[in-house]
């Protein structure tokens, strides 16, 4: 079983945050892995995959996701590194349960907002509950993801090269790699990826880079150098042009906008 500490960051009644930190070392386990009421898990930095019986999917700070309770699921580190991630649980929740979705696309802004909420409640600030269930809120709002006409097969393509991409966008991944995963030509893959992804998949993997990177810079103490290599930039600089094309601001900036993030 992976190593796990937690550390609450913010208590009510109805409503609890907590941060949890996992060192992915993965071993022997329960067949079954679940929860015994609704929680919402976000990635505040690192990935993990979880799999039920209507999901697949890899949750970083892209992702988040809501478990319902005693609903068996399976979690795992495949790519062997650790992560660090908000817990919500309580009551509160259940107004955001509805559907069977379990994973929930989160928007960059959205993820920033939180953070900003975040790293006061663990310097000891004062956080009244009204900025914590905005927060929670604008992470939770539905966002819709641009979807082409596609047949349900062209889907399970786009989705297994975003899945394969997800997981490993830092390990110097190429287009036949991905089509090969999931059992297509390189065109088709581009081609259907695009369709029903509204965007080609060399966009989805830097995509996937740049949150992970803002995840790295906004919830710890790593040097911007070890951020670029860890997200799969070439070094600083291509991280830093990258980075400010996407967010507006270098990454030293975004990072002294918070208060002193948290250690990794």
Same mark, same amino acid.
Request: net charge positive; glycine share 8%.
């Given at each position: 079983?992976?190593?796990?500490?937690?550390?609450?960051?913010?208590?009510?009644? =109805? +409503?609890?945050?907590?941060?949890?930190?996992?060192?992915?070392?993965?071993? !022997?386990?329960?067949?079954? $892995?679940? &929860?015994?009421? $609704?929680?919402?898990? +976000?990635?505040?930095?690192?990935?993990?995959?979880?799999?039920?019986?209507?999901?697949?999917? &890899?949750?970083?700070?892209?992702?988040?996701?809501?478990?319902?309770?005693?609903?068996?699921?399976?979690?795992?580190? !495949?790519?062997?590194?650790? =992560?660090?991630?908000? %817990?919500?649980?309580?009551?509160?929740?259940?107004?955001?349960?509805?559907? =069977?979705?379990?994973?929930?696309?989160?928007?960059?802004?959205?993820?920033?907002?939180?953070?900003?909420?975040?790293?006061? @409640?663990?310097?000891? $600030?004062?956080?009244?509950?009204?900025?914590?269930? $905005?927060?929670?809120?604008?992470?939770?709002?539905? @966002?819709? /993801?641009?979807?082409?006409?596609?047949?349900?097969?062209?889907?399970?393509?786009?989705?297994?090269?975003?899945?394969?991409? %997800?997981?490993?966008?830092?390990?110097?991944? %190429?287009?036949?790699?991905?089509? /090969?995963?999931?059992? #297509?030509?390189?065109?088709?893959?581009?081609?259907?990826?695009?369709?029903?992804?509204?965007? %080609?998949?060399?966009?989805? #993997?830097?995509?996937? /880079?740049?949150?992970?990177? +803002?995840?790295?810079?906004?919830? @710890?103490?790593?040097?911007?150098?070890? #951020?670029? +290599?860890? @997200?799969?930039?070439?070094?600083?600089?291509?991280?830093?042009?990258?980075?400010?094309? /996407?967010?507006?601001?270098?990454?030293?900036?975004?990072?002294?906008?918070?208060?002193?993030?948290?250690?990794?």
């Amino acid at each position: 079983m992976p190593r796990m500490h937690a550390s609450v960051l913010f208590q009510a009644p =109805d +409503l609890q945050l907590a941060r949890v930190t996992c060192d992915g070392h993965d071993g !022997p386990r329960p067949r079954e $892995e679940g &929860v015994d009421s $609704e929680r919402l898990v +976000l990635a505040l930095h690192g990935r993990f995959q979880f799999r039920d019986r209507r999901t697949r999917a &890899v949750v970083s700070p892209g992702v988040g996701l809501r478990l319902r309770p005693n609903q068996p699921c399976e979690i795992s580190h !495949p790519h062997g590194g650790g =992560d660090a991630c908000l %817990s919500v649980r309580g009551t509160w929740l259940r107004r955001w349960m509805e559907g =069977d979705t379990a994973a929930v696309p989160i928007d960059p802004a959205a993820y920033v907002r939180l953070q900003a909420v975040l790293a006061r @409640t663990r310097h000891g $600030e004062p956080v009244d509950r009204l900025q914590v269930e $905005e927060a929670l809120g604008l992470v939770l709002a539905p @966002t819709q /993801r641009p979807r082409g006409t596609a047949s349900p097969r062209e889907r399970a393509i786009a989705e297994a090269i975003a899945h394969e991409a %997800s997981l490993h966008f830092d390990a110097g991944l %190429s287009v036949e790699a991905l089509a /090969r995963a999931a059992g #297509v030509s390189v065109f088709h893959a581009c081609r259907v990826f695009r369709r029903v992804m509204g965007t %080609s998949i060399h966009r989805h #993997v830097q995509e996937a /880079r740049l949150r992970h990177a +803002l995840a790295l810079v906004l919830d @710890t103490r790593m040097p911007l150098a070890q #951020v670029a +290599l860890e @997200t799969g930039f070439a070094n600083q600089g291509h991280l830093g042009n990258a980075f400010q094309r /996407r967010y507006g601001q270098t990454p030293g900036a975004a990072r002294r906008g918070l208060p002193r993030p948290h250690p990794r």
